[in-house]
């Protein structure tokens, strides 16, 4: 008779069946050496302190790039507000030689300086100027400039005793319209012949000091 098979057999363990996974070995070291960590951890600690030494020379040198910076054109405006300080003081009215002045306002120039005798036989300083008014109003010299001469540190005094007068003298305290000029004359009395002669010119216009002075030898 047929017989049937009974189907509750065992399976067989599969750690039996199947082959087990073979365990990687570790790296064999030479005899008498273990891995060291410390190697790794020394580098490390190398590059670290590395960086940092060029992060404080980056620092440093950025700084001082930044102070040159700082320098150079705290620099360059103080040399830019000298220039305009100049070119504003030659404006407003600068000597430039002895008592001459060239301003944007007005020209001075001394032409010439003469000695002659007045009417009481005593010498005076006849000391002539070329005005010219480059403003919109009419201006004398005498009331825009007026002049001064000393000898022997004393004031000499406007001698009006001339034998012969120039007609210049009358025209120191004439107004002279914007854009003209006029041949002027200022007489001083002196003390002596020979003792040199000091030129001053007042500016009674802008400044309201003396604009320049200069020495004149007579002898």
């Known amino acids: 008779m047929p017989r049937d098979l009974d189907l509750d057999f065992e399976f067989q363990d599969e750690e039996v069946s199947r082959p087990r996974p073979a365990r990687p070995r570790r790296p064999e070291h030479p005899a008498g050496r273990t891995p060291s960590r410390g190697g790794a951890s020394s580098r490390r600690r190398k590059t670290d302190t590395t960086s940092i030494i060029i992060l404080i020379v980056e620092i440093v040198v950025f700084v001082a790039l930044l102070g040159l ?7 360059l ?19 430039s030689n002895g008592v001459n002045v060239e301003s944007q306002d007005f020209s001075l120039t001394c032409t010439k300086v003469q000695l002659v005798m007045d009417a009481d036989n005593e010498t005076a300083a006849l000391v002539y100027f070329t005005f010219v008014n480059k403003t919109d109003t009419p201006l004398a010299m005498s009331a825009v400039f007026p002049a001064s001469v000393k000898q022997n540190g004393a004031d000499c005094p406007e001698d009006t005793n001339l034998a012969d007068v120039p007609a210049e003298i009358a025209n120191k305290d004439m107004q002279v319209s914007g854009g003209q000029s006029v041949e002027c004359c200022y007489a001083f009395k002196l003390s002596d012949q020979t003792s040199p002669l000091t030129l001053t010119v007042h500016d009674n216009y802008s400044t309201f000091t003396d604009i320049g002075s200069t020495e004149i030898p007579i002898s």
Do not use: C, M, P, W
Request: overall charge negative; charged content about 20%; aromatic content about 8%.
């Open 69 to 75: 910076f700082i320098f150079l054109k705290g620099k």
């Open 77 to 95: 405006v103080d040399e830019g507000g000298s220039s305009s300080s100049s070119a504003s003081t030659q404006e407003s009215g600068s000597t």
